[in-house]
């Protein structure tokens, strides 16, 4: 994976440059797979080779030998089921790469869009149980209805799917801004946004009672001041998260200076 400005042809797919410009950095998924799937061989062919030894030396029984040698072959299953597990190797490694005018995915599920082609990102973090790295997952809608899925077998996914959503929000934003300004009420997700305040599920905070609007523990999260309740959802389950923040801060900034 390239850190700096990437090269042309560095990708394992070309890229349409015409449409999305220069490419700016790379997320490749193969050297990754590489590594895991010869872990993988190196620990599962020491589990078998020493099953045989430990299983004729436990006839025998020599068990200063056969119980060390099933031991150990145990721990090198153990340890090859826990890194698929971990990592889940896919037999096709993907490449993404940003480009100054758009996103390229190549691979299973992948594709080429301008960043005026997408229509909304979602995002979604999802814990590896209690303390344990979280896997975040992006979902980005097309116009023309399609789905790019980025996950974990992405290196460094969130600072794609993070960058993605940034695009996605600088274009999404002054549509539903001009929207409001013109005195339309807004939905993005469960929440509704006009001049007057920020409505979900029928309950109703003006701005002035808005205290902030955040995303955060895996929820967005509309803080009102005290005395009135929050207006709550999960991050997971709400396209354009970002964009909703955005938009509340400029519409609430926006009402507090009339």
Same mark, same amino acid.
């Given at each position: 994976?390239?850190? @700096? ?11 349409? *440059?015409?449409?999305?410009? %220069? ?26 080779? =020493? ?29 090859? @089921? ?20 758009? =996103? ?12 005026? %082609? ?6 979604? &973090? ?24 980025? &996950? ?36 993005? &997700? ?12 029928? %309950? ?26 929050? =207006? ?17 801060? *400029? ?8």
């Amino acid at each position: 994976m390239s850190r @700096g400005p990437a090269r042309p042809g560095s990708a394992a797919v070309e890229f349409p *440059q015409d449409r999305l410009g %220069e490419p700016v950095r790379i997320f490749d998924g193969r050297a990754a797979a590489r590594r895991t799937w010869a872990w993988l061989a190196l620990l599962c062919l020491a589990a078998a080779a =020493l099953i045989p030894a430990a299983v004729v030396y436990l006839h025998d029984r020599v068990w200063w030998v056969g119980v060390p040698a099933l031991l150990l072959s145990m721990g090198y299953a153990a340890a090859a @089921g826990w890194i698929a597990g971990r990592d889940r190797p896919r037999l096709r490694a993907r490449v993404a790469v940003l480009h100054t005018a758009g =996103l390229a995915v190549s691979g299973p599920g992948g594709g080429a869009y301008t960043w005026d %082609e997408l229509a909304s990102v979602t995002v979604a &973090g999802v814990p590896d149980g209690p303390g344990g790295r979280v896997r975040w997952r992006f979902t980005v809608v097309a116009d023309d209805g399609s789905v790019l899925r980025l &996950g974990d077998d992405i290196p460094d996914v969130r600072t794609l799917g993070v960058a993605v959503a940034q695009e996605v929000t600088a274009r999404i934003v002054p549509h539903r801004l001009a929207a409001v300004k013109a005195g339309e009420s807004v939905r993005i &997700g469960p929440f509704a946004v006009d001049l007057d305040g920020v409505e979900k599920d029928g %309950e109703r905070l003006p701005w002035h009672a808005v205290h902030d609007v955040v995303i955060g523990n895996g929820m967005v999260t509309v803080h009102a001041r005290p005395g009135r309740p929050d =207006l709550a959802t999960l991050a997971s389950r709400m396209p354009d998260a970002l964009a909703f923040t955005v938009l509340c801060h *400029q519409v609430r900034d926006m009402a507090q200076d009339f």
